[in-house]
């Protein structure tokens, strides 16, 4: 979102004409944007509601040595899946589905937003073709098989894995499920076809009686393949139940869980309505239209997410502790744009959160940066009217120096009308706040 930081004063901000109006117009798209998802019936949170705990969270994490990834998207502790690690940017690593047929009716499951979706729950994809299209063509690190539910097509869920093994005997296999229908059979004939890895579902909202299932079905597993986890949605409101679950895996010595930010699909909102949930305010750090499917960050999940690695952490618990945010899963279609085309790099710096970032004054501030610059042999750019002047990120203590008031710019390659042309997406006072 854009913003002027508090410590930049209305006035300081008026005395720049141009300035001002680039931060008025990044206002106004944020709240026509706000405003259009509104008329769909959603209710947001307050403005920033959680976010100092949110930021306090995040100080002591670091100060403690937990591991930060992509811009802070990814927040984690202990065993981390290698295929979490090859998540954003690894070009040799996909997930594909035989079906997306499930016998659960989740109400924030966001598979009904995929293309095709009624066809694929009626009919198996030609994952055969896709697969071997995938490996003739990348150099193979990891593959997965999620669903719907994949066990309930165990035949083919098998002859994927050994055909997997077959074609990329080298890359990390894993495998999504709830764990119904798991039975020792499939998991030895899974292990021996390179299965690696498997991540449970547990369903708090079903109760005790289905979360009972899924640790049995967790400890079957754990006696025949090498990295079983859990990768569920924290949902606001069952931190003390999230709790309680994590020392229950650590004691079966589960390798890892996942947490995942809560969404909200852009369906159901009556189911979330009626849990007292709401939306985060701002949804996203940097307003775009991202390709995840998985809709809206649900207000608190984070919060409680960040709350469940310091617990693990305060508790000496053995498991890895995984906070991937939505944020995180929007990273890689960046990145894939980005990295389309290397930027001036004396100009643009490709950031840990994979947008390409850019520093900006502007008007009278222009004169002062060319003269700070020009004296440090620091490259810029000026705009045709002399009322924007841009430059490397690095370079931004250099004109700050001078009483310059500095826009931190963010920016995606896009592909628009057979060109590619770089888009500015946020524009902000102050440097780029890491999260």
């Known amino acids: 979102m854009s913003g002027k930081g508090p410590e930049v004063s209305q006035k300081e901000v008026a005395l720049r004409p141009t300035l001002a109006a680039w931060l008025a117009e990044y206002d106004a798209i944020e709240r026509e944007y706000l405003s259009a998802l509104e008329a769909t019936g959603i209710t947001f949170a307050p403005r920033n509601e959680g976010a100092d705990r949110?930021?306090?969270?995040?100080?002591r994490l670091r100060e403690r040595g937990v591991r930060f990834m992509n811009g802070g998207a990814s927040v984690s502790i202990g065993f981390l899946s290698?295929?979490?690690?090859a998540c954003v940017g690894d070009c040799g690593s996909r997930t594909f589905y035989i079906n997306l047929r499930c016998t659960r009716d989740c109400y924030f499951c966001f598979n009904p937003n995929q293309a095709d979706f009624e066809e694929h729950c009626r009919h198996d994809t030609p994952w055969r073709q896709d697969l071997e299209a995938f490996v003739r063509e990348t150099a193979v690190t990891h593959v997965g098989l999620t669903g719907g539910e994949p066990l309930l097509a165990p035949d083919e869920a098998l002859a994927f894995f050994r055909r997997a093994h077959e074609l990329a005997p080298d890359a990390h296999l894993r495998l999504y499920t709830s764990g119904i229908g798991l039975d020792e059979?499939?998991?030895?004939v899974a292990a021996g076809a390179g299965l690696r890895e498997v991540r449970f579902s547990v369903k708090l909202d079903e109760g005790e009686a289905a979360v009972k299932q899924a640790l049995a079905a967790i400890d079957l597993a754990r006696r025949y393949v090498p990295d079983v986890m859990v990768e569920m949605p924290v949902v606001p409101g069952t931190l003390e139940r999230m709790k309680r679950l994590l020392v229950q895996l650590d004691e079966r010595g589960v390798r890892g869980i996942n947490l995942l930010e809560f969404c909200y699909p852009f369906r159901n909102w009556d189911e979330f309505a009626r849990r007292g949930l709401t939306i985060a305010n701002p949804p996203f750090d940097?307003?775009?239209n991202y390709g995840y499917a998985g809709g809206l960050p649900v207000a608190g999940s984070e919060e409680a997410c960040l709350t469940l690695v310091e617990y693990a952490?305060?508790?000496?618990?053995h498991?890895?502790?995984h906070y991937?945010?939505?944020n995180n899963k929007n990273r890689d279609q960046i990145l894939q744009a980005n990295r389309a085309v290397t930027l001036d790099p004396t100009l643009y710096e490709l950031g840990e959160d994979c947008f390409y970032h850019t520093a900006k004054v502007f008007d009278g501030d222009v004169e002062r940066a060319i003269s700070a610059l020009r004296a440090q042999n620091r490259p810029f750019t000026l705009e045709e009217d002399n009322t924007c002047l841009t430059f490397h990120p690095q370079a931004t203590p250099i004109v700050s120096a001078t009483g310059a008031l500095v826009a931190h710019s963010w920016n995606v390659v896009e592909h628009q009308k057979s060109t590619l042309v770089v888009r500015e997406l946020k524009l902000a006072l102050g440097e780029n706040d890491e999260r």
């Open 54 to 59: 949110v930021r306090a969270l995040r100080k």
């Open 324 to 326: 991937c945010s939505l």
């Open 82 to 85: 290698s295929a979490c690690a």
């Open 286 to 288: 940097v307003l775009y």
């Open 319 to 321: 498991l890895g502790v």
């Open 185 to 188: 059979a499939f998991c030895a």
């Open 313 to 317: 952490l305060d508790e000496g618990l």
